[in-house]
Protein backbone atom coordinates (compact mmCIF):
# COMPACT_ATOMS: atom_id res chain seq x y z
CA UNK A 1 0.00 0.00 0.00
CA UNK A 2 0.97 3.05 -0.97
CA UNK A 3 1.46 7.09 0.31
CA UNK A 4 -2.06 8.97 -1.17
CA UNK A 5 -1.62 10.85 -4.64
CA UNK A 6 -3.18 14.28 -3.36
CA UNK A 7 -4.40 14.88 -7.09
CA UNK A 8 -5.96 11.73 -7.17
CA UNK A 9 -7.30 12.30 -3.88
CA UNK A 10 -8.92 15.46 -4.60
CA UNK A 11 -10.31 14.13 -8.02
CA UNK A 12 -11.69 11.14 -6.28
CA UNK A 13 -13.40 13.60 -3.32
CA UNK A 14 -14.80 15.37 -6.13
CA UNK A 15 -16.27 12.67 -7.76
CA UNK A 16 -17.61 11.05 -4.59
CA UNK A 17 -19.05 14.61 -3.50
CA UNK A 18 -20.91 14.51 -7.02
CA UNK A 19 -22.74 11.07 -6.52
CA UNK A 20 -23.57 11.25 -2.85
CA UNK A 21 -25.47 14.44 -3.87
CA UNK A 22 -27.76 11.66 -5.89
CA UNK A 23 -27.53 8.08 -4.36
CA UNK A 24 -26.00 7.24 -1.36
CA UNK A 25 -25.30 3.65 -2.04
CA UNK A 26 -24.11 4.43 -5.78
CA UNK A 27 -21.30 7.09 -3.84
CA UNK A 28 -20.39 4.05 -1.14
CA UNK A 29 -19.92 1.92 -4.25
CA UNK A 30 -17.58 4.50 -5.94
CA UNK A 31 -15.94 5.09 -2.32
CA UNK A 32 -14.47 1.13 -2.42
CA UNK A 33 -13.52 1.56 -5.97
CA UNK A 34 -11.71 4.63 -5.27
CA UNK A 35 -9.74 3.27 -2.30
CA UNK A 36 -8.28 0.52 -4.48
CA UNK A 37 -6.65 2.66 -6.87
CA UNK A 38 -5.52 5.64 -3.94
CA UNK A 39 -4.03 2.78 -1.82
CA UNK A 40 -2.76 0.68 -4.68
CA UNK A 41 -4.52 -2.23 -2.46
CA UNK A 42 -6.29 -5.13 -4.37
CA UNK A 43 -9.82 -4.68 -3.31
CA UNK A 44 -11.74 -2.86 -0.57
CA UNK A 45 -15.19 -3.11 0.92
CA UNK A 46 -17.59 -1.70 3.59
CA UNK A 47 -19.90 -3.29 6.18
CA UNK A 48 -22.22 -1.32 8.47
CA UNK A 49 -23.87 -2.86 11.29
CA UNK A 50 -27.57 -4.33 11.16
CA UNK A 51 -30.22 -4.56 14.22
CA UNK A 52 -28.37 -7.51 15.37
CA UNK A 53 -25.73 -5.23 15.40
CA UNK A 54 -23.51 -7.57 13.08
CA UNK A 55 -21.44 -6.33 10.04
CA UNK A 56 -23.89 -6.63 6.75
CA UNK A 57 -22.12 -6.16 3.29
CA UNK A 58 -22.86 -2.60 1.63
CA UNK A 59 -19.99 -2.32 -0.80
CA UNK A 60 -17.06 -4.16 -2.76
CA UNK A 61 -15.07 -3.01 -5.22
CA UNK A 62 -14.37 -6.64 -6.49
CA UNK A 63 -15.53 -10.49 -5.87
CA UNK A 64 -13.11 -11.34 -3.51
CA UNK A 65 -14.13 -8.14 -1.76
CA UNK A 66 -17.55 -9.46 -1.41
CA UNK A 67 -16.15 -12.51 -0.03
CA UNK A 68 -14.70 -11.07 2.61
CA UNK A 69 -17.46 -8.85 3.82
CA UNK A 70 -19.76 -11.82 3.35
CA UNK A 71 -17.10 -14.47 5.45
CA UNK A 72 -17.08 -12.33 8.25
CA UNK A 73 -20.88 -11.44 8.29
CA UNK A 74 -21.71 -15.20 8.29
CA UNK A 75 -19.11 -16.38 10.54
CA UNK A 76 -18.62 -13.08 12.98
CA UNK A 77 -15.12 -13.60 13.28
CA UNK A 78 -11.92 -11.95 11.28
CA UNK A 79 -10.32 -8.10 11.56
CA UNK A 80 -13.09 -6.18 10.21
CA UNK A 81 -15.72 -7.82 12.85
CA UNK A 82 -12.59 -7.22 15.37
CA UNK A 83 -12.17 -3.57 14.25
CA UNK A 84 -15.80 -3.05 14.76
CA UNK A 85 -16.37 -4.10 18.13
CA UNK A 86 -12.66 -2.59 19.47
CA UNK A 87 -13.31 0.43 17.64
CA UNK A 88 -9.41 0.58 16.17
CA UNK A 89 -7.48 -0.97 13.42
CA UNK A 90 -7.20 -4.68 12.87
CA UNK A 91 -4.50 -5.76 10.92
CA UNK A 92 -3.50 -9.13 9.49
CA UNK A 93 -0.35 -9.51 7.52
CA UNK A 94 -0.51 -13.19 6.55
CA UNK A 95 -3.95 -14.75 7.04
CA UNK A 96 -2.13 -18.51 6.35
CA UNK A 97 -0.19 -18.25 9.48
CA UNK A 98 -2.80 -16.25 11.35
CA UNK A 99 -4.58 -18.53 14.04
CA UNK A 100 -6.82 -16.07 15.51
CA UNK A 101 -9.45 -16.52 13.43
CA UNK A 102 -9.90 -20.59 11.68
CA UNK A 103 -13.37 -20.68 9.95
CA UNK A 104 -12.14 -17.58 7.02
CA UNK A 105 -8.63 -18.30 6.75
CA UNK A 106 -9.92 -21.40 3.78
CA UNK A 107 -12.63 -19.36 2.33
CA UNK A 108 -10.33 -15.82 1.97
CA UNK A 109 -7.04 -17.41 0.69
CA UNK A 110 -9.27 -19.32 -2.56
CA UNK A 111 -10.38 -15.84 -2.91
CA UNK A 112 -6.37 -14.56 -2.93
CA UNK A 113 -6.72 -12.87 0.27
CA UNK A 114 -3.73 -12.97 2.25
CA UNK A 115 -3.74 -9.76 3.90
CA UNK A 116 -6.40 -6.93 5.64
CA UNK A 117 -6.47 -4.42 7.11
CA UNK A 118 -9.80 -3.67 8.91
CA UNK A 119 -11.15 0.22 9.68
CA UNK A 120 -13.92 1.20 11.79
CA UNK A 121 -16.38 3.41 10.66
CA UNK A 122 -17.85 6.53 13.04
CA UNK A 123 -20.45 8.25 13.53
CA UNK A 124 -20.07 10.73 15.82
CA UNK A 125 -17.41 8.43 17.84
CA UNK A 126 -19.57 5.60 17.56
CA UNK A 127 -18.67 2.63 15.52
CA UNK A 128 -21.31 1.62 12.74
CA UNK A 129 -19.20 0.12 10.55
CA UNK A 130 -15.65 -0.88 8.43
CA UNK A 131 -14.22 -0.05 5.89
CA UNK A 132 -11.43 -2.79 4.71
CA UNK A 133 -8.63 -3.30 2.15
CA UNK A 134 -7.13 -6.58 1.24
CA UNK A 135 -4.03 -7.68 -0.39
CA UNK A 136 -3.71 -10.76 -2.15
CA UNK A 137 0.24 -11.47 -0.80
CA UNK A 138 1.85 -10.83 2.49
CA UNK A 139 2.00 -7.60 3.84
CA UNK A 140 3.26 -5.84 7.18
CA UNK A 141 0.80 -2.93 7.91
CA UNK A 142 2.26 0.06 9.37
CA UNK A 143 0.66 2.94 11.47
CA UNK A 144 1.30 5.44 8.23
CA UNK A 145 -1.25 3.21 6.35
CA UNK A 146 -3.61 2.61 9.26
CA UNK A 147 -3.84 6.33 9.66
CA UNK A 148 -3.84 6.84 6.18
CA UNK A 149 -7.07 4.17 5.34
CA UNK A 150 -8.51 6.09 8.61
CA UNK A 151 -8.58 9.31 6.63
CA UNK A 152 -10.13 8.23 4.16
CA UNK A 153 -12.81 6.74 6.10
CA UNK A 154 -13.68 10.06 7.52
CA UNK A 155 -14.74 10.80 4.02
CA UNK A 156 -17.04 8.14 3.74
CA UNK A 157 -17.79 8.74 7.48
CA UNK A 158 -18.91 12.16 6.31
CA UNK A 159 -20.93 11.05 3.45
CA UNK A 160 -23.22 8.97 5.58
CA UNK A 161 -23.79 11.82 8.07
CA UNK A 162 -23.94 14.10 5.04
CA UNK A 163 -26.93 11.78 3.40
CA UNK A 164 -28.70 10.79 6.81
CA UNK A 165 -29.16 14.80 7.31
CA UNK A 166 -30.35 15.05 3.64
CA UNK A 167 -32.99 12.09 4.52
CA UNK A 168 -31.24 10.53 1.17
CA UNK A 169 -29.90 7.26 3.32
CA UNK A 170 -32.92 5.59 2.77
CA UNK A 171 -33.01 1.92 4.66
CA UNK A 172 -29.06 2.61 5.26
CA UNK A 173 -29.98 5.53 7.67
CA UNK A 174 -32.52 3.16 10.00
CA UNK A 175 -28.82 0.79 10.42
CA UNK A 176 -27.28 3.12 11.36
CA UNK A 177 -29.43 5.36 13.71
CA UNK A 178 -29.98 1.13 15.56
CA UNK A 179 -26.29 1.49 16.02
CA UNK A 180 -26.05 4.72 17.10
CA UNK A 181 -29.07 4.73 19.58
CA UNK A 182 -27.76 1.10 21.23
CA UNK A 183 -24.47 0.97 21.26
CA UNK A 184 -23.75 1.59 24.73
CA UNK A 185 -26.36 -0.47 26.08
CA UNK A 186 -24.67 -3.60 23.89
CA UNK A 187 -21.30 -2.06 24.41
CA UNK A 188 -22.34 -2.54 28.65
CA UNK A 189 -23.88 -6.35 28.01
CA UNK A 190 -20.61 -7.00 26.59
CA UNK A 191 -18.40 -6.01 29.23
CA UNK A 192 -20.99 -7.68 31.64
CA UNK A 193 -20.73 -11.12 29.68
CA UNK A 194 -16.56 -10.51 29.75
CA UNK A 195 -16.49 -10.19 33.63
CA UNK A 196 -18.89 -12.90 34.00
CA UNK A 197 -17.27 -15.26 31.59
CA UNK A 198 -13.61 -13.89 31.45
CA UNK A 199 -13.79 -13.81 27.57
CA UNK A 200 -12.55 -11.11 25.14
CA UNK A 201 -14.60 -8.62 24.14
CA UNK A 202 -15.38 -10.30 20.79
CA UNK A 203 -16.05 -14.04 22.26
CA UNK A 204 -18.59 -11.70 24.64
CA UNK A 205 -19.90 -10.21 21.75
CA UNK A 206 -20.71 -13.29 19.72
CA UNK A 207 -22.43 -14.72 22.91
CA UNK A 208 -24.81 -12.14 22.93
CA UNK A 209 -25.14 -12.21 19.20
CA UNK A 210 -25.78 -15.75 18.61
CA UNK A 211 -28.70 -15.21 21.73
CA UNK A 212 -30.30 -12.44 20.00
CA UNK A 213 -30.62 -14.72 16.84
CA UNK A 214 -31.52 -17.70 18.54
CA UNK A 215 -34.49 -16.03 19.79
CA UNK A 216 -35.41 -14.06 17.14
CA UNK A 217 -34.82 -10.52 18.73
CA UNK A 218 -32.77 -7.76 18.15
CA UNK A 219 -29.33 -7.13 20.25
CA UNK A 220 -30.49 -4.39 22.24
CA UNK A 221 -33.50 -6.29 23.46
CA UNK A 222 -31.44 -8.94 24.43
CA UNK A 223 -28.61 -6.95 25.99
CA UNK A 224 -30.82 -5.06 27.69
CA UNK A 225 -32.58 -8.25 29.78
CA UNK A 226 -29.31 -9.76 30.74
CA UNK A 227 -28.25 -5.84 32.22
CA UNK A 228 -31.41 -6.38 33.76
CA UNK A 229 -31.64 -9.83 35.13
CA UNK A 230 -27.76 -11.27 34.87
CA UNK A 231 -28.55 -14.29 32.49
CA UNK A 232 -29.51 -14.51 29.08
CA UNK A 233 -32.38 -15.89 28.69
CA UNK A 234 -33.71 -19.32 26.22
CA UNK A 235 -36.86 -18.33 24.81
Same mark, same amino acid.
Given at each position: ?163 ? &? ?5 ? /? *???? %??? =? ?6 ? +? ?22 ? &? ?5 ? /? *???? %??? =? ?6 ? +?
Amino acid at each position: MANIDPDMLAGSLRRLGRTAEHDIVDALEEAVKACVALFRVSGSGLMIADDQNTLTYLAASDGPSHVMEEVQSETGEGPCVVAFVTNDYVTTDDLRSDTRWPSITGPFTEQGIIAVLGCPLRLGGVPVGTLDVYLDRPHEWDDSECDALGRYSDVVESMLAAAM &AAHRAGE /I *AGQL %QYA =LDYRVVIE +RAVGYLMAQRGVDSVAAFNVLRRS &ARDQRRK /I *AEVA %QEL =LNTGTLSR +R
